[in-house]
């Protein structure tokens, strides 16, 4: 069964570092997504993105985030500068069409000291 | 502003006893409804949906109510055994084109299910 994968599972990298998370969705999937959590607390939109395009962002997705696709089967989330705040489990997920189940990969626990 | 919640945050249960996961949520706007369980260290495991014309979905040992008039969501197990063990999530979504929020889902805090053999 096709699955979202993520790469890698656990990042550690210094504060004010650049840090790239990757995913890649399932392979017919068109809508990508973007959630992190909060060790103990619930998972949190960050972004949305079809076509090329963010279709939707979080507060929490500010000007140090970023997101591409730079071929035809990743997905990238960049942060510039990371804070220590960013430390937290970051969930890419793919959907059909922007009404199908959107699934979730395994994460990339990212620990930022 | 919307937010989706849940009663109980522990749920403790012996193995072969039906579980009952309840979750409210407060945006009357939202149409589709997702039961999602999270094993520690990994992802949401999408369970069971249900879009907003509906009021029951059945899957395999799994039940999903829906109650518009009081904003009511339960996931419902039969039969519970161990490996149900895990942190279920409700979340929804307000997928109408041209809405706000277009894709992006809003979990609520999550519900421990403990079963003991």
């Known amino acids: ?113 | 502003g919307e937010s989706v919640g849940l009663h109980l945050p522990t749920l403790s249960v012996q193995e072969g006893d039906n579980s009952i996961i309840n979750c409210a949520y407060s945006n009357s706007a939202s149409d589709y409804f997702i039961w999602y369980k999270q094993e520690s260290g990994k992802g949401p495991q999408f369970i069971i949906d249900i879009r907003s014309n509906m009021d029951k979905r059945q899957g395999q040992r799994v039940t999903v109510l829906l109650n518009k008039t009081v904003k009511h969501l339960s996931l419902q197990i039969a039969a519970t055994q161990p490996g149900d063990s895990a942190v279920y999530f409700c979340a929804e979504n307000n997928r109408t084109a041209g809405g706000t929020s277009y894709g992006k889902l809003t979990f609520g805090q999550g519900t421990i299910l403990t079963v003991h053999p």
């Open chain 1, 1 to 113: 069964e096709p699955e979202v994968t993520q790469t890698p599972s656990h990042q550690v990298t210094q504060m004010g570092q650049e840090v790239i998370l990757r995913c890649v969705p399932i392979s017919n999937h068109l809508y990508f997504y973007w959630y992190r959590q909060i060790l103990g607390q619930k998972v949190e939109f960050l972004v949305s993105f079809y076509n090329n395009e963010i279709s939707e962002k979080s507060e929490i997705f500010d000007d140090q985030f970023s997101v591409e696709r730079p071929d035809g089967s990743n997905f990238t989330l960049k942060i510039r500068s990371t804070k220590l705040e960013d430390s937290a489990m970051y969930f890419c997920a793919s959907s059909k069409t922007i009404t199908d189940t959107q699934y979730f990969g395994p994460g990339t626990r990212l620990t930022v000291l």
